[in-house]
């Protein structure tokens, strides 16, 4: 009976063929290794009589020879093992004697080999969770008790599965999955001869009815051109058309090659010879994430190597410890912020690449609510119609739409409610009913049931089951871990982002060797250098579930540059700006509270004015008796008590307004909506009622002193010419209040701003210290609004005279000086500056879009 030697990191192991080894963690053990993807009791080493043979012993990473896992095999000089994992798991190498008389391995079929991961209860017995951390994590075993090194009772008695062959989207999804626009049947033939036009739409007058709301009723037309070529002319639609997902020109055309792809809608056509094949989309497509990898600046991997496919009409939940990448996992697979490296496929298509034509079948759900709660639930679905559907869609076509999503949802009771009246389950099923009008068919959910009760948690997701059921796939990211039975496959990721599990969630908590969930994420906390992922790769359920997941090569087309590419909007700018303004007078209008304090705080803001010297006018003292004016002190103390009321009341009105609905127009944004249109929405609604504002201040406070009877610009008007630099110092206020909310991440954060830009504005407004000859403090004042405010309402006043320099009577404030070009000056420099903050927010609105969509 020949000898065998065992070699591993220099240290070297001769067997006698009397007896067998034991390999593994355990240290009383005949082969011991210190590494934790290795088993308590890993697998042994003895002589059948005929061989060397090893055998594992249901270690939960696995025994590997060649990069195929086996549970017995012989071996002999020159194989080679790995232990844990296929690739660098630690390496046992056998070496013979000179009576050696095997030279190579030849592995043997695993005998009794199922086609199904192993069930919990392997043998009758559960595996426990390691007590007093005592043990490597995920050994489903008890830990030695009172300082004995005991071996397991591992009462796993079966052999390992053999990795079954996958025969479709259903055996994980990926695998062997047809291409859309391959093996896939298409839905509809169309006979397409030359010299014919084939007109699609959504009218019944077209050759091709495609009725989808997406569709604009006369969308596209086919033609075929003389010479026997084919082409697409865009007739103007509002969604686009799509060729291998890139937009062509609105009203443009493109001709097609024998596997170009034209897409308009949920549907997508292929000319093969002379017939016009049609897919549509109804939801049956795959879905998979290959390698994803996300780093930060530093060099920081977030998302490291992050694969797996989604089976179709299926719900996949995605669970992970604080710090695991789950938010950034879900802006890789959404498009909002791609991955670095690696792809999404969105049924073999490049979501990045195509994601003009592909984010309209596509729903998220933030975690927080994408709709305005002061609006009820009818209206603020029917606003969202509005902006996602083309702009030829009629008002009864889209209550129908909404209806239907009512009904579906069983929210059809609540259409009348306001949103804040709502529960939370509620709420989250209105911003399901949004993304719904769209029949996306992946809709993908951030947190859905944070914050909520147990109750509310199933309610919700018993809901996602369903929309599964319907025919859609629906990827939720939660923190909850009480309804994961009802999901078809499960992703947990391990701190660091890199994926420790995907597969079947009744097989999870086995697959980690642990009874609760809580004791798994203990488990992450307490062996965040672990590698959670090396054991994932290493383990059967990777090579049944995840494996094949490049098996299928993505759709090969020819995409134009990055550059090209921009997503056509569904309505006009017009349109959507006249919508925005409706939807955001809707929103203030509903809140009568907020409409009384916007009339009431100017009113209280000029009636405040008149508390200093309320006798005292705004004109210039009678001179003394050498001939000098006696300067008035209460022009210069009231205008200050005005400009910094106009000032507060017009950045205050816009301050929050963007950081609060920054999710809403984070959706929106990726849904087609115009940025101009968003911002000229906000300055038009904000600027008329911050100019109203204006006109209660500058009216109380200046009519009810005595002013000059004839302005240097408006003659007989001084009282609008006075106002009028109050009402434009409240409008650029606002500008420099929405340059604010663009910035700051949270609403908690505009108060203190807020505070800090009032204070700024009283410093430079003129009336404190002399601002003119100051060399640099002077310059820096011509960036405050206030201080050209001032200036023009001084000009008029004639504040030269009615407040001279007491310092130097002689010196003078060009800006105050009166004559009609200072007021114009004065009052451009207010316009340039609010025009300048409207710049400043579009670029800063820009980095809360779709990175996509940005490049």
Not at 161 to 176: F, K, R, T
Not at 791 to 805: C, E, I, K, M, S
């Amino acid at each position: 009976m020949p000898e065998l030697v065992l070699e591993l990191n220099g240290r070297t192991w001769t067997l006698d063929p009397s007896r067998p080894y034991a390999i593994g963690r355990d240290p009383q053990g005949d082969i011991v290794l210190d590494d934790a993807r290795v088993s308590w009791r890993h697998a042994t080493v003895s002589w059948s009589g005929r061989s060397w043979v090893i055998e594992d012993h249901g270690s939960t990473n696995g025994t590997f020879v060649q990069g195929q896992r086996i549970h017995q095999m012989e071996i002999g000089p020159g194989a080679a093992v790995h232990l844990g994992n296929a690739t660098d798991g630690p390496r046992v190498t056998a070496q013979g004697t000179a009576a050696a008389s095997v030279a190579a391995p030849q592995q043997q079929a695993p005998q009794h080999q199922q086609a199904a991961p192993p069930q919990q209860g392997w043998a009758g017995q559960q595996p426990q969770a390691p007590q007093h951390g005592q043990q490597a994590p995920g050994q489903g075993h008890q830990a030695p008790q009172h300082g004995q090194q005991q071996p397991p009772q591992q009462g796993w008695q079966q052999q390992a599965p053999q990795v079954p062959h996958q025969q479709g989207p259903g055996a994980g999804g990926v695998a062997g999955a047809p291409p859309v626009y391959g093996d896939r049947s298409p839905t509809t033939f169309h006979q397409f001869s030359l010299g014919r036009v084939m007109r699609i739409g959504r009218a019944l007058e077209n050759e091709l009815v495609v009725s989808d709301l997406q569709v604009s009723r006369h969308h596209a037309e086919f033609h075929a051109t003389p010479d026997g070529r084919f082409e697409i002319r865009d007739l103007g639609s509002h969604n686009g058309t799509y060729v291998n997902g890139m937009p062509i020109a609105k009203g443009g055309s493109a001709l097609l090659g024998p596997n170009d792809i034209v897409g308009v809608g949920h549907s997508t056509f292929r000319l093969v010879g002379d017939r016009l094949e049609e897919f549509v989309d109804t939801g049956e497509v795959s879905f998979s994430a290959r390698h994803l990898t996300v780093t930060v600046d530093g060099g920081k991997q977030i998302l490291k190597d992050v694969s797996f496919g989604v089976p179709e009409k299926s719900l996949v939940a995605v669970i992970g410890p604080s710090g695991s990448g789950k938010s950034t996992l879900l802006k890789a697979l959404t498009g909002y912020r791609p991955a670095d490296q690696g792809d999404v496929l969105y049924d073999n298509r490049n979501l990045y690449k195509q994601f003009a034509e592909l984010r309209q079948r596509i729903g998220l759900v933030p975690q927080d609510d994408i709709l305005h709660k002061e609006l009820t639930v009818k209206k603020a679905l029917k606003y969202a119609a509005k902006l996602r559907f083309p702009a030829d869609t009629s008002e009864q076509e889209r209550e129908q739409r909404i209806g239907e999503v009512l009904g579906e949802l069983k929210l059809d009771i609540h259409k009348e409610k306001r949103v804040t009246s709502l529960s939370g389950g509620q709420r989250k099923r209105v911003s399901v009913a949004l993304e719904l009008l769209t029949k996306p068919s992946l809709i993908f959910l951030d947190e859905p049931t944070s914050g909520l009760d147990p109750g509310m948690d199933r309610d919700v997701m018993q809901l996602l089951r369903g929309l599964a059921d319907d025919g859609r796939t629906v990827l939720v990211v939660t923190h909850s871990v009480a309804e994961l039975a009802i999901c078809d496959k499960l992703l947990v990721m391990a701190p660091g982002g890199s994926v420790a599990y995907f597969g079947p969630p009744e097989e999870a908590l086995n697959f980690f060797g642990y009874s609760t969930w809580a004791d798994v994420f203990s488990a992450f906390e307490n062996y965040r250098d672990y590698d959670w992922a090396g054991r994932w790769k290493g383990s059967q359920h990777y090579q049944m579930y995840a494996a094949d997941i490049d098996a299928v090569a993505a759709q090969s087309m020819q995409v134009p540059p990055a550059q090209a590419v921009r997503p056509p909007k569904p309505q006009g700018w017009g349109s959507q700006l006249f919508t925005l303004i409706r939807r955001y007078v809707s929103v203030i209008a509903s809140d009568k509270g907020f409409m009384a304090l916007m009339l009431i705080l100017p009113a209280v803001l000029g009636v405040v004015s008149m508390l200093i010297d309320p006798d005292q006018g705004l004109t210039a003292n009678a001179p003394r008796a050498d001939g000098t004016l006696v300067p008035n002190g209460t022009a210069p103390t009231v205008l200050l008590i005005l400009a910094v009321g106009a000032c507060f009341s017009g950045a205050a009105n816009s301050v929050r307004e963007l950081i609060k609905e920054r999710v809403i127009y984070e959706r929106e944004r990726a849904t087609g909506l115009s940025r101009s249109a968003y911002l000229m929405s906000k300055v038009i609604v904000l600027g008329v009622i911050t100019v109203v504002q204006g006109a209660i201040i500058g009216g109380i406070g200046f009519s009810l002193r005595t002013i000059p009877e004839e302005g240097i610009v408006l003659g007989g008007l001084s009282l609008l010419e006075l106002s009028l630099p109050i009402m434009a110092l409240g409008f650029a206020s606002m500008m420099f209040g929405l340059v604010i909310s663009s910035l700051v991440k949270t609403a908690e954060k505009t108060m203190p701003l807020l505070v800090m830009f009032a204070i700024v504005q009283v410093v430079f407004t003129g009336c404190l210290f002399t601002l003119n000859g100051s060399v640099g403090v002077n310059e820096f004042s011509y960036l405050m609004p206030s201080r050209w405010a001032v200036a023009a309402a001084g000009a008029t006043l004639d504040f030269n005279r009615v407040n001279p320099n007491t310092d130097d009577p002689t010196s003078t404030d060009p800006l105050w000086d009166h004559d009609a070009s200072a007021w114009l000056m004065d009052m451009g420099a207010l316009l340039v500056l609010g025009a300048l903050c409207g710049v400043l927010v579009a670029r800063f609105l820009r980095r809360h879009e779709p990175e996509v969509m940005r490049k």
